[in-house]
C-alpha cells in the first residue's frame, strides 16, 4: 500500500514536472472555452429542453478524450522502459500490479483534474439562470460520473498501449488507434442498424457516445457502469500481462 | 553464505546467455565479476535481482530463492543496473526520498536514512539540485545512494564506474571499499585494475560460463609461472648474449640497447623459476654495472586476456 500511494504520487508529481501536464490542460481549457461560449450563444437564441450538461458535452467532450487520453499515458511505461528506469523501479519491492494500477491511478487522477474547468463553466451558468432548473447536482453528478467512467476505460487502454513499446510516440499511436476504435464502434453499429443481429446489438453495448449522452441527462445506467468498469478491469489485466512478459521472454 | 548460484541457465529466443552457471558469495565478500561485452555478467545479476527469472537452475540470496521469494529478495537487495538510470526530472534528495518510501522505509526512517546516504555518498552539495543537470560522477553516487538506501545486505552494481573520468573513478572505487566494510557486494567492470583494487575475489565470465574463480593474488600465482624479469645491465653484447644462452632457467630472452653502455635484457624463466638471484650473482662474478633489476608482474589484464583466449582455456582447467 505504501510503496502504491509512493509511486502514484510520484507519477502524479512527474506531469508537473514536465510541460506535457500543463499543456494538455491547456489544451483542454481552450475547447472547454470554446465550447462554452457556443453554448452561451445558443442558449441565449433559443429557449431548450435539452440538460445543459448533455449540450455542453456533445461540442468537445470527444475532441479532448481522443487526443488527450494518449498523450496522459504514453509516457506512463514507455519513458521507464525507455531511460531503463523500469529496472530500478521492477527490482524494488513492489508487485507487477501495484505499479500497473499506481500508473493508472496517477493517469485517472490527471484526467480528472483536467475536467475541472468544466465545473467552474456549469457554476457559471448556474449563478446566471437561478431560479431555472438548468444544472441540477444530481445531472452534474451523474455526468462528471460518466467522465470518470469513460476516462478510466481511455487511460487503462492507454496505460495498456504505453506498456507494448518503448517509444512514446508508439504508445500514443496505438492508443489514439484503440480510442478510436472504441468510439467509432458505436457509430457501426448505427449504420447496420436495420438488421438486428448479434453483432449489431453488441456493438451499440459499446456506443460510447450514447452512453455518456445518457450520463448528461442525469440517467445512470447500470448497464454501462459495468461495461465501463469491466472494460477497464480487462485492460489492466493485459497490462499486468504485459509487464509481467519479461519473466517469460 | 549470501548469494548460491547453482547451474542456472539464460536463454533469450535463440541465444545462451548464461549456461550452467555456478557460484557462491560469501557473507562480507567484494566480489567482481569481469569478462567480455555479452559474457553473461548483467544477465547474472539481472536474475540474483529479481528482473527476470532463470530458465532453469536456482539463484538463492541469503537463503531466499530468487524467484518464489522475489519480494523478500529484493527487501534485501540495492541494485544498481547498466548506465545507472535515474529520474532526470527529479530532485537528488526527493528521488532518495522516493525510493526509500518505494522500498518500504517508514516516513522518519526514510528522512534519516536519506541524511544517511547523502552524507555518505558526499552528495551534500547536490542535495537540492535536479537529477538531470548533474555531472556523470554525482549520478553516480546518486545511483549508490539509491542503492544503499535501505540498507541492504547485498549491493549488486552493475559495472558502476563505467563512463567516468579518473577523478570520479578513484572517489567511487572509494566509496565500494568501504562498503566492502559493511555489505556484501558484487559487481561487475570493465575495468580490471579496479576489481584487482575493490575485490577480494574474482570472477572471470566468458560465454556465460565461469572460467576461473579467485582472489587476485592466487590469479597471479596460478597464470604467473613464467615470470618475466628485465635487467639493464653495462656489459659487452656477445658475452650477455652467451650467458643467457648458457643459462638453464632461462627460457627466453631478448636484447636492447638503451642509453649509455647498458643493454636492457627482457628475460623469461623457465616455470618455477625466480632468475634475480642468478643475475645478480652473474654481475657481480662478472664485475657488470647493474642499475635495474625488477620482475615484471602479471597484471589481472594479462590473466584475463590469456584466460579469455580461446586457446589457453584448457590452462585453466
Same mark, same amino acid.
Given at each position: 500500500m505504501q510503496a502504491y500511494l509512493t509511486l502514484t504520487r510520484r507519477e502524479l508529481g512527474s506531469f508537473?514536472?514536465?510541460?506535457?501536464? !500543463?499543456?494538455?490542460?491547456?489544451?483542454?481549457?481552450?475547447?472547454?472555452?470554446?465550447?462554452?461560449?457556443?453554448?452561451?450563444? =445558443?442558449?441565449?437564441?433559443?429557449?431548450?429542453?435539452?440538460?445543459?450538461?448533455?449540450?455542453?458535452?456533445?461540442?468537445?467532450?470527444?475532441?479532448?478524450?481522443?487526443?488527450?487520453?494518449?498523450?496522459?499515458?504514453?509516457?506512463?511505461?514507455?519513458?521507464?522502459?525507455?531511460?531503463?528506469?523500469?529496472?530500478?523501479?521492477?527490482?524494488?519491492?513492489?508487485?507487477?500490479?501495484?505499479?500497473v494500477l499506481a500508473k493508472f491511478t496517477a493517469a485517472l487522477i490527471f484526467y480528472m483534474l483536467m475536467w475541472l474547468p468544466l465545473l467552474g463553466c456549469l457554476f457559471i451558468l448556474r449563478y446566471f439562470t437561478r431560479g431555472t432548473n438548468l444544472t441540477e447536482p444530481g445531472t452534474l453528478a451523474s455526468t462528471f460520473l460518466g467522465i470518470f467512467l469513460v476516462g478510466s476505460l481511455y487511460m487503462a487502454a492507454g496505460c495498456f498501449a504505453s506498456a507494448l513499446? =518503448?517509444?512514446?510516440?508508439?504508445?500514443?499511436?496505438?492508443?489514439?488507434?484503440?480510442?478510436?476504435?472504441?468510439?467509432?464502434?458505436? !457509430?457501426?453499429?448505427?449504420?447496420?442498424a436495420p438488421d438486428k443481429?448479434?453483432?449489431?446489438?453488441?456493438?451499440?453495448?459499446?456506443a460510447i457516445l450514447e452512453q455518456m449522452k445518457d450520463f448528461a441527462k442525469g440517467v445512470v445506467d447500470t448497464r454501462?457502469?459495468?461495461? !465501463? @468498469?469491466?472494460?477497464?478491469?480487462f485492460f489492466l489485466f493485459l497490462t499486468c500481462r504485459v509487464v509481467g512478459s519479461r519473466r517469460w521472454k | 553464505m549470501m548469494i548460491e548460484v547453482s547451474n542456472l541457465n539464460k536463454r533469450y529466443a535463440g541465444k545462451t546467455a548464461v549456461s550452467d552457471l555456478s557460484f557462491e558469495v560469501e557473507q562480507g565478500e567484494v566480489v567482481g565479476l569481469i569478462g567480455h561485452n555479452g559474457a553473461g555478467k548483467s544477465t547474472t545479476m539481472r536474475i540474483l535481482s529479481c528482473f527476470m527469472p532463470a530458465t532453469s537452475g536456482t539463484a538463492r540470496v541469503a537463503g531466499l530463492d530468487v524467484f518464489t521469494q522475489a519480494d523478500q529478495v529484493r527487501r534485501r537487495i540495492g541494485y544498481m543496473p547498466e548506465n545507472n538510470p535515474l529520474h532526470p526530472d527529479m530532485r537528488v534528495r526527493e528521488y532518495l526520498k522516493f525510493r526509500a518510501r518505494l522500498k518500504g522505509l517508514s516516513h522518519s526512517r526514510s528522512r534519516e536514512r536519506v541524511d544517511a546516504v547523502i552524507a555518505q555518498c558526499g552528495l551534500a552539495d547536490v542535495s537540492k539540485r535536479i537529477i538531470g543537470q548533474l555531472s556523470k560522477g554525482y549520478r553516480q553516487r546518486v545511483g549508490l545512494a539509491d542503492a544503499l538506501v535501505h540498507e541492504p545486505e547485498l549491493i549488486i552494481l552493475d559495472e558502476p564506474t563505467i563512463g567516468l573520468d579518473p577523478n570520479q573513478i578513484r572517489s567511487v572505487r572509494q566509496l565500494i571499499k568501504e562498503l566492502g566494510r559493511r555489505h556484501t557486494v558484487l559487481l561487475s567492470s570493465h575495468n580490471l585494475p579496479e576489481v584487482e583494487m575493490t575485490c577480494n575475489r574474482v570472477l572471470i565470465m566468458r560465454e556465460g560460463r565461469i572460467l576461473a574463480a579467485d582472489t587476485p593474488e592466487n590469479l597471479h600465482k596460478a597464470l604467473g609461472r613464467s615470470g618475466h624479469v628485465v635487467?639493464?645491465? /653495462? /656489459?659487452?653484447?656477445?658475452?650477455?648474449?652467451?650467458?643467457?644462452?648458457?643459462?638453464?632457467?632461462?627460457?627466453? !630472452?631478448?636484447? /636492447?640497447?638503451?642509453?649509455?653502455?647498458?643493454?636492457?635484457?627482457?628475460?623469461?624463466?623457465?616455470?618455477?623459476?625466480?632468475?634475480r638471484p642468478r643475475i645478480f650473482a652473474l654481475v657481480v662474478e662478472r664485475g657488470w654495472q @647493474? =642499475?635495474?633489476?625488477?620482475?615484471v608482474r602479471l597484471t589481472l589484464e594479462d590473466v584475463y586476456i590469456r584466460l579469455t583466449r580461446p586457446e589457453s582455456e584448457e590452462e585453466v582447467i
Open positions: 508537473f514536472y514536465s510541460w506535457i501536464g !500543463y499543456v494538455v490542460i491547456a489544451g483542454a481549457v481552450f475547447l472547454m472555452g470554446l465550447s462554452f461560449v457556443i453554448l452561451l450563444g =445558443r442558449l441565449a437564441g433559443q429557449p431548450t429542453m435539452i440538460p445543459i450538461t448533455e449540450m455542453f458535452l456533445s461540442l468537445c467532450f470527444w475532441l479532448i478524450l481522443l487526443f488527450s487520453a494518449p498523450i496522459i499515458t504514453m509516457r506512463l511505461f514507455a519513458l521507464e522502459k525507455f531511460s531503463g528506469t523500469f529496472e530500478t523501479l521492477m527490482t524494488a519491492p513492489v508487485s507487477d500490479a501495484g505499479v513499446t =518503448r517509444s512514446q510516440i508508439v504508445a500514443a499511436m496505438i492508443s489514439f488507434a484503440l480510442g478510436l476504435a472504441l468510439f467509432l464502434a458505436g !457509430y457501426l453499429g448505427d449504420q447496420l443481429t448479434w453483432q449489431v446489438e453488441a456493438l451499440s453495448r459499446i454501462h457502469v459495468v461495461f !465501463y @468498469l469491466t472494460s477497464t478491469i | 635487467a639493464e645491465i /653495462a /656489459a659487452p653484447l656477445e658475452e650477455l648474449k652467451n650467458c643467457w644462452e648458457q643459462m638453464a632457467e632461462v627460457a627466453d !630472452y631478448n636484447i /636492447a640497447p638503451t642509453e649509455g653502455e647498458y643493454y636492457r635484457c627482457s628475460l623469461t624463466a623457465a616455470p618455477g623459476q625466480d632468475l @647493474l =642499475r635495474e633489476l625488477s620482475r
